[in-house]
């Protein structure tokens, strides 16, 4: 078995390295390596060498299979204003964070203004706001959103764009959103008119069958949640801010249709077929898993899950005539079948955190229930299981979301027999639901009884404090690390027999122990190894007011918010995704709309002093913003007051009602806002502003008198709409102009700048 073993493991690393160049060597050279040690076993030899061939496959796989868009796509017709595109609905529509809907269409007509409609193809993200559609409602009676079905053809109007990666660190990158999804191209449509109101039979036609019967029963909000719980998110669409919540206590698993929720329904079929013989149980059994992954829309994590239900529920024949199915070849085979059928799911969040706690379930719940013998049998069960899955998918959260749920075993454990008993009662109800509706609404009502405790629980402790720690995103090489240190204390024993290694033969509790200490040492010591620079300042790519952030000394200081949308898509995910929880000094040197998200970023951040600008009227919904959250506890100051703003050890400066400097010993920097100081008159009052090598602003266009002795180094901008082209406008005055809406976010250090895309991009 162990050879097949090393041929999966290589599939897997060589699809794991196919975003790198020299990923065609690695799996190779480490494999002939490992072969060249062992070369005394000539089975072994030959193995590893078919692995380091099938790794070298894997990664040119993965390559050909990277979506590409393909000749005739709608995404070269990109970006486009005022399109008619004709398409077919393939979703139903979902609500998006900007609280719009979306859907996916596929393309059928494209046109233009001054432009005859032509055959185009090509799959398609549309937003719209729900109001601009002219489809009849098929809502529930109460919910408002006009519904478009699959199947429907569809006369759109709007705005064709190209998707943007991540501009910021810790966004969203949208473009490989997208290309997963197999699209190049988005719509946002203003008006929407259904030329073809027929649909077309899918499984949604099932899932929407189900998820009404539940919403009848139990109302809009427990209903979504008992869809999402039983059919996973993907079927049913939770309210944000309960989805907010379950994600905060670490419990967002228990709303994707995984292996818990198919081992429930083996259960509920098993137990219903008991009195019947193996193969028609088996059938049943198979056929209910099958019907289960249509369902929930066939997620990679319940294509997981249903692969190894299906193998365990054949696999019982194999045991009675004497054969035992491994429980991690089994799950080793699952991901490579699934990996064949698409290779960028090794890449996906889901997926990666699927396997990881169910292969956590397999090798560590038994272990950790044995340490637990302390406590009665029952409650070691209920710790060891979430304990097993939490510990292997903890790298795997601080790697790629950098945050934690500090409460999460006790979410589990309050939680784990409500959570039981509505997937189970879930199940049975939505089976009913398939042939008849009404009594499934009618059934699914006494599970309010075990849903409205169960909402309580989880909002209750989402408000506890520290419920989700933001730790920053670990790095790749303290990821695995972390996993090294687990596959050492788990198997530790098994793998280097021959190491008379002291801390492979400790006790359980000195294990722990040293698990413990491993963990502090790779999450504190290997940051330690690449110091901070002294000064960071990062413009934020934003199209409203420039958002900047600068670091030093452990503190930090943030210059502008940004609209709501700022906040919520740009900045929280960045400061999250650094670690950062408290931002010392914050400073709004533009006034209006497009500097309105302080009581956002205040909800999710503490704010410590916070610099003004006179200019802010008590009309203005700004100075509103800042008014309130002065009345709120936070110490307000304004700008004109003079004094310098500490920030480590970098003092800014304020020199203006709108401007900002500060002088480091690697020169003098000058920041700008909106709308422009006087800056002849800053000119005759700060001479010294002539040897300013680094400048960030707006975009706005800077008079020529002034230009003629401002002759920055680098000048950054951030926070405009403008565009490549705009160049001439800006004045070519600065030896190096970058502007955040071409290369996104920027990272300044008195002697490196970088960006997200390149400088030359």
């Given at each position: ?71 005739g796509d709608i995404s070269i017709h990109a ?404 996993y090294g240190l687990l596959v050492i204390l ?272």
């Amino acid at each position: 078995m162990i050879q097949t073993y090393w041929i999966a493991l290589a599939w897997l690393l060589g699809l794991l390295l196919h975003s790198y160049l020299w990923g065609w060597l690695l799996p190779p050279i480490f494999f002939i390596g490992m072969a060249l040690k062992q070369r005394t076993n000539i089975r072994l030899v030959r193995t590893l060498l078919v692995a380091g061939l099938v790794g070298f496959f894997a990664w040119g796989y993965a390559s050909i299979r990277h979506p590409i868009a393909p000749a005739g796509d709608i995404s070269i017709h990109a970006p486009q204003a005022n399109v008619t595109v004709v398409a077919r609905v393939e979703s139903l529509p979902r609500q998006t964070n900007a609280l719009r809907q979306n859907i996916w269409v596929s393309t059928q007509k494209y046109g233009a203004e001054n432009v005859s409609p032509i055959v185009a193809s090509g799959k398609l993200y549309v937003t719209y706001n729900a109001s601009s559609s002219n489809a009849d409602s098929a809502q529930p009676e109460g919910d408002h959103i006009a519904e478009l079905l699959p199947g429907q053809v569809v006369e759109l109007h709007g705005y064709l764009y190209e998707p943007s990666g991540a501009d910021n660190p810790g966004g969203l990158d949208f473009r490989d959103y997208l290309a997963r999804k197999g699209a190049f191209a988005g719509l946002s449509a203003k008006d929407i008119a259904v030329l073809d109101p027929t649909t077309r039979w899918g499984g949604w036609m099932l899932r929407h069958r189900i998820v009404s019967a539940f919403r009848k029963g139990l109302g809009a909000r427990q209903g979504q949640l008992l869809g999402s719980m039983v059919l996973g998110s993907s079927a049913s669409q939770l309210p944000r801010d309960l989805a907010a919540d379950f994600r905060a206590v670490g419990l967002a698993h228990v709303t994707a249709a995984s292996g818990f929720h198919v081992a429930i329904l083996l259960g509920i079929v098993l137990w219903g077929t008991a009195k019947l013989g193996d193969r028609p149980r088996q059938w049943i059994a198979v056929s209910m898993l099958v019907l289960y992954l249509v369902l929930t829309g066939g997620s990679p994590s319940a294509m997981r899950a249903t692969l190894m239900g299906c193998a365990v529920v054949c696999g019982r024949s194999i045991k009675m005539q004497g054969r035992r199915i491994q429980p991690l070849g089994l799950l080793l085979a699952t991901a490579v079948v699934l990996t064949v059928i698409q290779p960028l799911w090794i890449t996906s969040a889901g997926f990666l955190l699927s396997f990881a706690a169910t292969f956590g379930l397999m090798v560590s719940t038994v272990p950790i229930q044995k340490r637990l013998d302390f406590v009665p049998t029952n409650l070691a069960a209920a710790i060891a299981t979430p304990l097993a899955a939490l510990l292997w998918t903890l790298p795997l959260q601080l790697a790629l979301f950098g945050k934690l749920s500090p409460y999460f075993l006790i979410a589990s454990l309050i939680t784990a027999p409500l959570v039981t008993v509505s997937i189970s009662g879930g199940l049975i109800v939505a089976a009913i639901s398939l042939f008849l509706p009404p009594v499934g609404g009618l059934l699914a009502w006494p599970l309010r009884v075990v849903l409205d405790p169960l909402i309580g629980f989880v909002s209750w402790i989402a408000t506890w404090p520290g419920a989700t720690v933001y730790t920053g995103t670990a790095s790749i090489v303290q990821c695995l690390a972390l996993y090294g240190l687990l596959v050492i204390l788990t198997f530790g024993d098994r793998l280097f027999p021959i190491l008379r290694v002291p801390t492979l033969q400790a006790s359980s509790w000195q294990r722990v122990s040293l698990g413990i200490t491993g963990a502090i040492l790779v999450l504190v010591a290997i940051p330690a190894m690449w110091p901070q620079p002294a000064i960071q300042i990062v413009t934020l790519a934003t199209s409203d007011a420039p958002t900047i952030v600068i670091r030093s000394g452990g503190q930090t200081a943030l210059i502008n918010s940004g609209g709501a949308e700022t906040v919520e898509f740009a900045l929280l995910p960045y400061l999250r995704s650094e670690g950062i929880r408290t931002i010392d000094q914050s400073i709004a040197l533009a006034p209006g709309r497009s500097n309105d998200g302080w009581e956002m970023l205040a909800d999710s951040i503490d704010i410590g002093e916070l610099w003004t600008s006179d200019r802010f009227a008590i009309g203005d919904g700004t100075g509103m913003q800042l008014s309130g959250l002065q009345s709120g506890g936070i110490n307000t100051r304004h700008l004109s007051s003079g004094g310098g703003i500490e920030v480590g050890s970098v003092v800014l400066q304020p020199i203006a009602e709108t401007a900002l400097s500060f002088t480091i010993p690697a020169g003098t920097g000058l920041i700008l806002g909106s709308p422009l100081p006087d800056l002849q008159q800053l000119r005759d009052l700060h001479p010294e502003l002539s040897s300013v090598k680094w400048l960030w602003w707006d975009g706005t266009e800077l008079p020529q008198k002034v230009t003629s002795w401002l002759h920055p180094e680098v000048g950054i901008v951030g926070g405009s709409d403008r565009q490549l082209s705009d160049r001439a406008v800006l004045h070519p005055f600065a030896s190096e102009l970058i502007l955040t809406e071409a290369v996104g976010a920027t990272t300044w250090t008195p002697h490196s700048l970088s960006t997200m895309y390149g400088l030359n991009e």
